[in-house]
């Protein structure tokens, strides 16, 4: 009995050790899940403010490039009244009128170029989200193995598998 007296005194030392060592690891694994939590919200507003200034930008720069296209539209049709008799200026008309045609494609060119910018970038915020689904999933997977370790050695499981 004096041989197991020890062992019974130290063994209430060595459950509270544990469970203070289990308590631990949750509030820290909890803190980090809450941190996580928080900084993707964060970051899902920040994008979400970013598209719609780089969508009100798109469209005022928009609205600036139809406009000047008209008024170098109203000035060409101007020039080329004034200029009627004259085949010398009338050949720079002409000129000056293919150089702002070509202007308001390359104008047309770039907005839609904005656009498809814009639709890559939702993409990439899907596609991050999608990464973010799979790191915090592999945490717990190895969180869980990581316990299963610690817990000693068991007859194995066999899991499902993902596959991506």
């Not at 719609?52 to 296209?69: H, I, K, M, N």
């Not at 150089?99 to 839609?112: C, D, L, N, P, S």
């Not at 939702?122 to 989200?129: C, G, L, Q, V």
Request: glycine share 4%.
């Amino acid at each position: 009995m004096e041989e197991i007296l020890p062992v019974l005194i130290q063994f209430p030392l060595l459950a509270i050790f544990v469970w203070f060592t289990f308590e631990m690891n949750k509030r820290f694994y909890g803190e980090i899940e809450n941190y996580r939590k928080c900084d993707a919200e964060d970051r899902q507003k920040r994008d979400s403010e970013w598209r719609d200034f780089l969508r009100d930008q798109r469209d005022a720069q928009c609205e600036g490039f139809t406009s000047v296209t008209q008024a170098l539209k109203e000035v060409s049709a101007v020039m080329n009244a004034t200029a009627a008799n004259n085949s010398e200026i009338m050949r720079g008309l002409k000129t000056l009128n293919d150089r702002m045609e070509a202007m308001g494609e390359a104008q047309a060119v770039i907005g839609t170029n904005v656009a498809h910018i814009m639709d890559k970038f939702d993409a990439h915020d899907s596609r991050a989200e999608q990464i973010l689904r799979e790191v915090v999933a592999h945490e717990a997977v190895s969180a869980s193995s990581r316990r299963s370790v610690s817990q000693g050695p068991r007859k194995a499981k066999p899991r499902d598998v993902e596959s991506d």
